[in-house]
């Protein structure tokens, strides 16, 4: 086959260059050079041409004429033009230390490559830290110089031709990320968009992303550019740095900009891994980089990893678990967790304070991972944000309606997304019950962890975020079509919760699929364990105190002393200090279809209650107990066998029958 990338390896190997396929790409010795580490890459553009590019910095024409080939043996079918980079651009770390080139290809094709180690080049960015372009230059700036933020290494190096302080993001518009604000912090930072929707967009989220760090923002437009013009283009129309300076004096504030107070949203999804993620590999390097700053409960690290691809499945899924981090104290390390996971999860928005007003907003517009820290501050008497979060569990019912507009039309806001709470004591029960739970601790004498730094920890995190939305991605109809069966032992709720994340840890093989089981019983359990409903728990105290009273009936007053009593429970300053009522009992009890009723015990008429009565709700919701030994002769109230010795059902004293006994 007589084709461009065929005729180039031909000459390759009949020079002795022998090249070798590296992935898409190959490699090969530079005829140009005394070449010993293979430092020619040739690989096949999208429309068919040859691209060809040295390391070392040999020139095209050059490597073209010792195999004796011309610019034209590399064009594509259709004549277009083909060959070499248009330039070259070095991105270093603050050390002044190579990190990666971005190379440019005509006509406007960027690709990326970083040194492998051995004196080769990866066409690739794995694992290595993005930084902004001329990084070190830009340090060592005078900080009372402005510095010009544009969308492409040509304007910077434009710019700084003409003694302006210059830099860019790699990867174009929308690819701002937060690690680079530091580079900025206490900078004039003037930014200078494209003549096009992505480079506005571009602008507003930079210039918000940024605010608070830099000392001033301003965003600049340049009259007069055509569309997806540049600021090269402006200066190539004849215009003037002095001229540039002075719409840059002109220039209001970025802040004042559309009249609006604080600073935009910037939620992008992560850049997809570009090659196919094993599932198990990623699911231990998550676990790995959690369990390395936090400490957390059996299971926890477990539910952590997969609730973290569940936020870039979510789609898969129907029931979307929230994840709580509750602890009984501060300093227990939930806001350290939330930290890890902000890292993590696609579209991370954190935040300590949030109202039920912005939050189905932001929710409809930008789909984020709410992470949501301190909510024992402002979350328990909000019924209204409690309510949208609730609602936010099923894909269904994800949604709440408001009127909007001039007209009041009704209109419907998704609350669907992945949410994590963060909070000291507990969440209101409604929501409890749609999440799984860790409880954090503080560290023990014999606990280590890496001290978190924030400088770094977005760079670390970085390759399993993106890797993460890859295996989501390609896994998505997997998880669509997924049925897993759920440890038999939870209820009908905590198997909603975990059978997403079950579903995951199946597909992602390996022993992630017992784990996942495992940690399903291990939390579910400890939940059930911990402190229950204020409802829940006098239901289970009832269960008890009839049990070891031996009795089929109580007065309300009996058992109101009795909980009183109770140590480990909060009956005994229920209210302002003052211990539970009979009164408050019955309010606890109504929502279960339990009322007192007018009994005979101890030898009087009283309110109370009858334990066949109570029978029903403690089979619905109270797990099975076997209650406290008892003396064989005395049977358990609530056994059916206590029938054959006080009938098959207790008796009531009611109107004519107290009237009969003389009461």
């Known amino acids: ?86 330039a070259t651009y070095d991105y270093k770390d603050r050390d002044d230390r190579l990190l990666y080139h971005v190379v440019r290809f005509p006509p406007k094709e960027f690709r990326q490559c970083r040194p492998d180690g051995k004196g080769g080049w990866l066409w690739n960015l794995n694992g290595v830290k993005r930084v902004l372009y001329r990084l070190p230059e830009l340090l060592a700036a005078d900080p009372g110089e402005p510095v010009f933020l544009v969308e492409g290494e040509k304007d910077v190096e434009r710019l700084r031709s003409l003694g302006l302080v210059s830099t860019t993001n790699p990867g174009g518009a929308c690819k701002w990320r937060d690690d680079y604000n530091e580079a900025l912090r206490g900078r004039h930072v003037i930014i200078v968009p494209d003549n096009d929707e992505p480079g506005r967009k571009h602008a507003s989220r930079v210039a918000g992303a940024i605010k608070g760090v830099a000392a001033l923002v301003k965003i600049v437009k340049l009259d007069g550019l055509p ?155 909000n019924e209204d944000l409690r309510g949208i979060l609730n609602s936010g569990h099923t894909r269904r019912f994800a949604f709440v309606v408001r009127c909007v507009g001039d007209d009041n039309e009704p209109r419907q806001f998704s609350t669907w997304c992945p949410q994590a709470l963060a909070l000291i004591g507990n969440l209101a029960d409604t929501l409890e019950d749609r999440s799984i739970v860790l409880t954090l601790r503080r560290k023990g004498p014999g606990e280590q962890v890496e001290r978190l730094r924030e400088d770094r920890i977005g760079a670390e995190m970085e390759p399993l975020c993106r890797q993460a939305f890859r295996w989501a991605k390609d896994n998505l109809d997997a998880l669509r079509r997924a049925d897993p069966d759920v440890p038999p032992g939870l209820n009908d709720r905590a198997a909603d919760n975990w059978r997403p994340l079950i579903a995951i840890a199946d597909l992602c093989g390996d022993s992630w699929g017992d784990e996942a089981r495992w940690a399903a019983g291990v939390l579910s359990e400890a939940v059930d364990e911990g402190e229950a409903s204020p409802r829940v728990q006098v239901l289970a105290d009832l269960r008890d105190l009839f049990r070891e009273r031996g009795a089929d009936r109580l007065g309300s007053e009996v058992i109101v002393k009795a909980l009183a009593e109770m140590e480990d429970r909060p009956w005994g300053e229920w209210r302002r200090g003052h211990p539970l009522t009979a009164h408050q009992l019955a309010r606890l009890l109504r929502p279960f279809d339990i009322r007192p009723c007018q009994i005979w015990a101890d030898g009087t008429n009283t309110r109370g209650y009858m334990a066949e009565d109570l029978r ?48």
């Open 1 to 86: 086959m007589n084709t461009p990338i065929t005729r180039m390896l031909d000459a390759l190997m009949a020079h002795g260059s022998s090249p070798k396929k590296r992935g898409a790409n190959y490699a090969a010795k530079c005829p140009a050079h005394d070449d010993q580490r293979a430092s020619l890459s040739v690989s096949e553009g999208s429309d068919g041409r040859a691209l060809v590019f040295c390391h070392a910095g040999c020139a095209v024409e050059e490597i073209l004429t010792k195999l004796g080939l011309t610019l034209k043996d590399l064009m594509s079918a259709d004549g277009r033009h083909t060959g070499g980079p248009v």
């Open 227 to 381: 569309e997806k013009g540049d600021v090269s283009d402006w200066l190539d129309a004849g215009h003037t740095a002095d001229q540039l300076r002075a719409l840059v004096e002109a220039a209001p504030m970025a802040a004042d900009e559309g009249g609006l107070q604080g600073r935009p949203l910037a939620l992008c999804d992560p850049e997809p891994w570009p090659e196919p993620v094993d599932g198990a590999l990623l699911a231990n390097a998550i676990l790995m980089g959690i369990t390395r700053y936090v400490v957390l409960p059996k299971g926890g690290a477990v539910a952590l990893v997969l609730w973290v691809l569940h936020a870039h499945a979510q789609d898969a899924s129907d029931v979307s678990p929230k994840l709580c981090l509750r602890s009984a104290t501060k300093r227990s390390g939930k806001t350290q967790t939330m930290t890890v996971l902000s890292h993590l999860v696609p579209r991370p928005y954190p935040s300590s304070n949030i109202t039920a007003a912005s939050l189905f907003r932001i929710v409809e517009k930008y789909r984020p991972t709410l992470l949501i820290d301190e909510a024992d501050s402002f979350l328990r008497d």
């Open 616 to 663: 029903e709700s403690f089979d619905r919701y109270l797990l099975p107990s076997e209650g406290p030994n008892l003396p064989p002769e005395v049977l358990d109230p609530l056994d059916p066998a206590r029938g054959k010795h006080f009938g098959d059902k207790p008796e009531v004293l009611e109107g004519d029958d107290l009237a009969d006994r003389g009461i």
